[in-house]
T-cell receptor, first 112, second 113 residues
Framework: GNSVTQMEGPVTLSEEAFLTINCTYT??????LFWYVQYPGEGLQLLLK?????DKGSNKGFEATYRKETTSFHLEKGSVQVSDSAVYFC???????????FGAGTRLFVKA | SAVISQKPSRDICQRGTSLTIQCQVD?????MFWYRQQPGQSLTLIAT?????????ESGFVIDKFPISRPNLTFSTLTVSNMSPEDSSIYLC??????????FGEGSRLTVL
């Protein structure tokens, strides 16, 4: 079946450090891939997405590239800020928007 | 996108009681879903709320425990019945227009004593 595997957290970084959160997936066909973010005390919101192989999603300085050959969708940011402290979820959905599968989530702490 | 309002935002309930959570969307949506997020955990899909018909439940979730209504394209309710402390979670309403991306309400944080 379909699944999403994320690197375990928490991840603790100093401000302006480089961030990578690994995400790999198992799926039949060609799913769409997403990163969602959950800031403290808030609901989830979409951070970025990619709908086909080699697409790069980007938003707020974050990027992720849909790599079909390695079934990966790693999240990166060149210089994190304290305000990026949150839980990040990798997810996949098949065409039609039915049943999104979420990874376990990775908590990021950024220190000033 | 959409504005999704959930009520209540939080509640503390006694064991054995039931609580109904409401989800109101400011525009018509194709898909509505209910998720559960247990403390420190990821999201687990409870069911897809179908307009005018019975919800579609995921494995491990049953209608008697989690009855769901969706009378129209902008509103749904989830009831958590006969609650126990294990039901303490955040319950999230989400919507989609079949583009794949989900939009979430802020969640309803339920504590069962």
């Amino acid at each position: 079946g379909n699944s999403v595997t994320q690197m375990e957290g928490p991840v603790t970084l100093s401000e302006e450090a480089f961030l990578t959160i690994n995400c790999t997936y198992t799926a039949t066909g060609y799913p769409s891939l997403f990163w969602y973010v959950q800031y403290p005390g808030e609901g989830l919101q979409l951070l970025l997405k990619a709908t086909k192989a080699d697409d790069k999603g980007s938003n707020k300085g974050f990027e992720a590239t849909y790599r079909k050959e390695t079934t990966s969708f790693h999240l990166e940011k060149g210089s994190v800020q304290v305000s990026d402290s949150a839980v990040y979820f990798c997810a996949l959905t098949h065409t039609g928007g039915f049943k999104t599968i979420f990874g376990a989530g990775t908590r990021l702490f950024v220190k000033a | 996108s959409a504005v999704i309002s959930q009520k209540p935002s939080r509640d503390i309930c006694q064991r054995g009681t039931s609580l109904t959570i409401q989800c109101q969307v400011d525009s018509q949506v194709t898909m509505m879903f209910w998720y559960r997020q247990q403390p420190g955990q990821s999201l687990t899909l409870i069911a897809t709320a179908n307009q005018g018909s019975e919800a579609t439940y995921e494995s491990g979730f049953v209608i008697d425990k989690f009855p769901i209504s969706r009378p129209n394209l902008t509103f749904s309710t989830l009831t958590v019945s006969n609650m126990s402390p294990e039901d303490s979670s955040i319950y999230l309403c989400s919507v989609s227009w079949q583009t794949g991306e989900l939009f979430f309400g802020e969640g309803s944080r339920l504590t069962v004593l």
